[in-house]
């Protein structure tokens, strides 16, 4: 497939700026834009038609509407729909109860629990080798000082993810027919 030069994709960043789109909009449309013109020259038209075919379909018209649309199904003002978050969007009018918005949110902190879990495993294999070569061991050396700050570390990631992921939610209190059907 043929690749537009830098100046093509100046020349269809400039149409699209001036139809006042948000830079998230224009950045995805401008995507779409050089995609279509590029199966169009693959199939053979020179770049002028290509162009001139691709802007009929996304006329001022139509990239206006699709601003329009973007903003009503996103629900979100210009200074909303800056500051959102990739999660806010994909989940604006979906169920968020389900588990994986929660799961994306708290990626980061599981992430760097795992890390400081991983470098306390890894102090505590090293005091470990240390032991199993000296065949002496005394929590106040340097390597049981070691081991100690290890067992400390995988600990505290295990039980700081632990009380991240508990969620407490009240029980509903039901009443004896109802449980069992009577």
């Known amino acids: 497939m043929e690749k537009l030069t830098p100046q093509q994709i100046d020349h269809i ?12 909009l224009l950045t995805e449309l401008l995507d779409h834009l050089v995609c279509e013109i590029e199966h169009y020259l693959w199939i053979g038209l020179p770049f002028e038609s290509a162009l001139e075919k691709t802007l009929m379909d996304a ?38 109860s389900y588990g994986a918005y929660s799961l994306r949110q708290s990626y980061q ?19 470990l ?27 505290i990631a295990v039980v700081m993810y632990f009380l991240q992921q508990e969620r407490w939610e009240p029980v509903p209190n039901r009443k004896a027919s109802e449980r069992y059907g009577l």
Not at 13 to 19: A, E, I, T
Not at 62 to 90: G, M, N, P, T, W
């Open 13 to 24: 960043h400039k149409y699209l700026l001036q139809s006042g789109l948000s830079d998230e």
């Open 59 to 96: 006329n001022a018209d139509s990239v206006q509407k699709l601003r329009k649309l973007y903003q009503r199904e996103l629900a979100f003002s210009d200074a909303q729909l800056a500051e959102a978050s990739l999660d806010d969007i994909l989940f604006q009018f979906r169920n968020k």
């Open 109 to 127: 902190k599981t992430l760097v629990y795992a890390l400081f879990g991983a470098l306390g495993l890894g102090l505590m294999m090293v005091a």
């Open 129 to 155: 080798l240390h032991l199993i070569s000296q065949r002496t061991w005394s929590y106040w050396s340097p390597w049981g000082m070691v081991w100690i700050v290890g067992v400390g570390a995988v600990t």
